[in-house]
């Protein structure tokens, strides 16, 4: 047992953020898989701790923890090192602002649960969802990729020369870009981060293939 369990996953990419945290910080945690595909998400043992019935929820010794940005900012004032956020104001509030673009922007429109309602209530086939994917995922992307090209603190990664919470987020939605065949041809910059994000051990170990309940 340790002091942490996370209850995630293994393709959902807010849970692949909490794990690259986790992993970084060095924490162990106990791997509580949670088929989204099955619903198993909305089961009453795990609407118990997160009512929302999303993953990831991290349960701590103070309590269950819901909602990934929550808990990646709880894990950074907890075990401040390595920081995910840098000391100046200035800097904070970018790299926030960075990752909201694919906290905030994309996954909100394009997780499980809004493809799943396009298809239930309006017959969206695979294809239809594919494309709506890739609009709100190529919105995001091109924000993203115009603010990395034209602000100074951009560095090996998206503030400065060490992976941080924009990174993080960066890293878990490029690889969930993979599966809907997003082109991320007119990327250059995120492609760039990402590719040193994948270089970090303790991302590429968060990614989804490298997970228990891989399939």
């Known amino acids: 047992m340790t002091d942490f369990a996370l209850h995630n996953y293994f393709r959902s990419s807010t849970s692949v953020r909490v794990r690259a945290a986790l992993n970084l910080k060095g924490l162990s945690y106990d791997y509580i898989p949670l088929s989204l595909l099955k619903g198993e998400q909305a089961n009453e043992d795990h609407l118990t701790l997160n009512p929302s019935g999303l993953v990831p929820t991290l349960v701590t010794p103070q309590g269950a923890l819901p909602q990934s940005m929550a808990i990646l900012e709880w894990l950074d004032e907890v075990y401040p090192e390595p920081a995910l956020l840098p000391d100046d104001p200035w800097g904070r509030a970018r ?121």
Not at 95 to 108: G, K
Not at 203 to 215: F, R
Request: aromatic share 6%; proline share 4%; net charge negative.
């Open 95 to 215: 790299v926030r602002s960075l990752a909201q673009i694919v906290a905030m922007d994309i996954h909100p429109v394009n997780n499980l649960r809004i493809l799943k309602h396009l298809e239930t209530e309006f017959g969206v086939d695979a294809a239809g969802k594919a494309a709506w994917f890739r609009k709100w995922a190529n919105a995001g992307m091109l924000a993203l990729e115009t603010r990395l090209v034209g602000e100074s603190e951009t560095g090996d990664f998206c503030h400065g020369d060490t992976v941080g919470l924009a990174d993080l987020c960066l890293y878990a939605q490029v690889l969930n870009n993979a599966r809907f065949e997003v082109d991320m041809s007119a990327y250059p910059t995120i492609n760039r981060i990402h590719a040193n994000c994948m270089a970090v051990p303790a991302l590429e170990q968060a990614a989804p293939a490298n997970q228990p309940d891989a399939t």
